[in-house]
């Protein structure tokens, strides 16, 4: 079900009852911004000072365990209003918005962030909301609520990557009747392309590739950001994985030669909202290449994955 108009009409009920809310997108609105040319690929940068709640977000278990849990209902702010979905999940406005249209979809419940029992979800709700990207960070690469499951969705067209995408080379590793997974390397961004035209067909492709990666040790799922959207025109899911080796780069934190990055889907689709103006000016393109490098999982690192998958896909029981 297409849940556009109900969206429509939360957003902008929100934006003029709640002050923050309202507050955020009218600045979000007049942000300066920058591109930076990455050969093919583009980076756009937002100078954003209320991120800073995000990127310099406590995420150790001792700080999340003292902490009121922002995505619970009982702590979040009586102005704060939800669209329920499905049975599981609430649809509300971020009020610390990256994109014109920024939504959160939290699990009604406090239950760890997990992609693995959720990917059905994630490509159910792309589905729901032809209009947005849906977005998901693991909980050790990017979710500021690593201990409330949830995802958020932000408006097409304003994160470069979906958009490029189809220009990359793109090397197959199994391909079906019902669309394909494949492998791009995008500047040192190593991230793995599901395209389907069955919701079924990009589940098993995705939890194949979610058994297949690292898990790190004490984590309790490999390290991804994931970016998930449904092509109205060819109606074709997409789903892109992005596998992680580092959460925050080496020279994170405040002050000179350091910047308050911590960056997840979002940063890896091409858009990096920066809270600091130092560090919005200090990002050239060298920058952001060093950091995709250090962040991302590289190609050989991730060859026995490639080559699994390829070699056990015709092992598995047919769809
Ligand atoms: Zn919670």
Redesign the pocket.
Known sequence: MDYSRTIDRLITRQLRDWDVAGANYAALADAVTRSLSLGESTVTLQFNPERRISSAAAIDKESLARRK?F??REHQPAKQKAVLWGERYKIQVNPYPIFSRHLTIADLH?APQRLSGRVGDMLQLANALPDFVVFYNGPQCGASAP??AHFQAGAKGEMPLPDELGHATTHLLADGDEGFIGFVDMLGRSLFTIETSTQRAAERYALRLLELLPVPAGAEEPMVNALCWWDTTDRLWHLVVFPRCKHRPACYGEGEGHLLLSPGAVDMGGLWAVPEFEDFNALSPELILALYGELCMSRENLAPVITSFTQHWEDLAPI
Do not use: I, Q, S
Request: glycine residues 0%; hydrophobic residues 15%.
């Open positions: 849990c995505l619970c406090h201990d409330h």
